[in-house]
Nanobody, 118 residues
């Protein structure tokens, strides 16, 4: 019954901003969740980690997005966000939400497309 649904992607010009959301069901953030992350995958490339937030609130970012992206969560709504500012064409990719339980079990969303034009 666990589901992750990403939304908020779209087409934006370089320098613009987007806010991605990951709505979850079957998951309670205050119980058994180790971390929440955003990954992205560009055409012909592997899926790479973009940002992570732990159950304690610590965050980590890929060097390529440091200072431009911010990951956050709303525990009451069981939702993860990714605020993306100063977007660049190289940020174009499908963005995926990931949740990991303390047991090590992972859950993935279906992805949302982000396209940044020059």
């Amino acid at each position: 019954q666990v589901q992750l649904v990403e939304s908020g992607g779209g087409l934006v010009q370089a320098g613009g901003s987007l806010r991605l959301s990951c709505a979850t069901s079957g998951i309670i953030f205050s119980f058994g969740i180790r971390s929440m992350s955003w990954y992205r995958q560009a055409p012909g490339k592997q899926r790479d980690l973009v940002a992570t937030i732990t159950s304690g609130g610590n965050t980590n970012y890929a060097d390529s997005v440091q200072g431009r992206f911010t990951i956050s969560r709303d525990n009451a709504k069981n939702t993860v966000f990714l605020q993306m500012n100063s977007l660049k064409p190289e940020d174009t990719a499908v963005y995926y939400c990931n949740v990991q339980r303390y047991s090590g079990r992972d859950y993935w969303g279906q992805g949302t497309q982000v396209t940044v034009s020059s």
